[in-house]
């Protein structure tokens, strides 16, 4: 049969001194203010009563569970309840609510030894993880999580509300659909990942994470605002990302496992100094705002039928290399690479320097007081003087040095070399 040992009284319990306590399956706590000790290396089934601050079990309150054994199994049902685990090898399952667990393993390794499981469905719970190789699950809502100092481990989440931090070579994947999550660095981290792999979720990043590889979005209809630097990698469609500090990457299409398409994404980048990989298709891409010029970025787009507007801002490199794209520009100064098929890019503002490489295609560039270079061969130009048809005032001059070529030129005071 299965024996139970039934605590009921307060005070502590330690099952390595109490000798005469043997041959028991489970332990069962129904008083308050009870401190239990697991013996080690005993496989035990803690279902925990009522207590005071320091909590496990089915009350409000709880009690305190130090757990130093190895693969030993604990069930927290309660609320409030405390953890507090050093053992190797062991699965944890909270049900509770508003539950705090704390790893702090021996030895060498600080916090949770190595390859230990968790799996928490409670809600309004802390955990605060380290040690290296675990895979932990959260299910529940509005969970706070650190991972300090957990190495090579994942977290997997199919909840809302949470928040998590995350620490070198460490990582949470969010599982489910309809969630938020929000995620935040120790400082700057290596090797930490992002994973947003559900639909109709919104995800909020603020730290410093850098390659590999950062946030990854594989789940589709996304919304995700970066406020750190970050490597950002949307490898699905219908995803929407936002880049509110500066000195981040972000790639659409293209990436680590799981590789997608990339397509019909909106980025919106807010920063400085950030750089834009657009290897999808039908993607739309701003860079600033009316009220907010964003200067020294890098964006380059090689996908399809793909729109890249910039909203004001200085010193941008642009680069068009795909098909059938557009480009609206309204700042000063900045760099435009033309060298895709079939595209038309405006520019407003003035002294922008255009590279045009595009050979046996047709481009159309509006532009105003610009220096261009045309290198393509066989390439047809349509080029019209000033974005505004209503003003065709401006200077630009051209210096063709390819062969082949036909230009059209609409507007006053344009001179080619």
């Known amino acids: 049969g299965t024996d139970t040992l039934s605590i009921s009284g307060p005070g502590s319990f330690d099952l390595n001194s109490l000798a005469a306590f ?12 009870e401190s239990l000790t697991l013996r080690n290396g005993q496989n ?21 569970i130090a757990l130093a054994g190895s693969s030993d199994a604990i069930n927290i049902a309660g609320n409030s309840d405390t953890l507090n685990l050093s053992g190797a090898h062991d699965v944890v399952t909270v049900t509770g609510s508003s539950d705090t667990v704390n790893f702090s393993g021996a030895g060498s390794s600080s916090g949770l030894k190595s ?22 699950v959260m299910a529940g809502d509005n ?65 410093q994470f850098s390659d590999p590889w950062g ?62 990989n657009v290897t999808g298709n039908n993607d739309a891409v701003t860079v600033g705002t009316y009220y907010d010029n964003a200067d020294a970025n890098e964006v380059h787009v090689s996908g399809s ?32 690479n033309i060298s895709g098929t079939d595209g038309t890019s405006r520019l407003y503002g003035y002294g922008h320097t255009v590279s045009v490489s595009s050979s ?7 532009a105003y007081n610009d220096t261009i270079g045309v290198s393509g061969n066989g390439l047809t130009l349509n080029f019209i003087t000033d974005p505004n048809p209503g003003n065709p005032s401006g200077s630009n001059h051209l210096t063709v040095t390819g062969s082949g070529d036909t230009i059209s030129l609409v507007g006053p005071q344009n001179t080619v070399d």
């Open 22 to 33: 043997t041959g028991f399956e489970n332990v069962n706590l129904t008083g308050t203010g």
């Open 44 to 64: 035990l089934a803690v279902n925990a009563g009522s207590g005071n601050s320091v909590t496990l079990g089915a009350g409000d309150n709880g009690v305190t």
């Open 115 to 136: 390859d230990s499981d968790l799996t928490v469905t409670a809600s309004s719970t802390n955990v605060n993880i380290s040690g290296s190789g675990h895979s932990i």
């Open 143 to 207: 969970d706070t999580i650190s991972m300090a100092g957990v190495v090579n481990s994942t977290m997997y989440l199919n909840g809302t509300g949470n928040n998590v931090t995350l620490t070198n070579w460490t990582g949470v994947t969010l599982e489910g659909d309809n969630q938020s999550l929000s995620v935040s660095s120790t400082g700057s981290v290596t090797g930490a990942t992002v994973t947003v792999a559900g639909a109709h979720d919104n995800v909020t990043v603020t730290g």
């Open 215 to 276: 946030v990854i979005v594989s789940g589709t209809n996304d919304s995700v605002t970066v406020n750190g630097s970050s490597p950002i990698h949307l490898v699905s469609d219908n995803t929407s990302a936002t880049l509110a500090a500066s000195n981040s990457v972000i790639t659409i299409g293209a990436g680590p496992s799981p590789t997608g398409t990339g397509s019909n994404d909106t980025v919106t980048v807010a920063g400085t100094h950030d750089h834009v």
């Open 305 to 336: 039928n793909d729109s890249l507007v910039f909203e004001g801002g200085f010193g941008n490199i642009i680069s068009m290399e795909g098909a059938s794209d557009q480009l609206l520009v309204s700042g000063f100064y900045n760099t435009v």
């Open 360 to 366: 046996n295609t047709t481009q159309t560039l509006y």
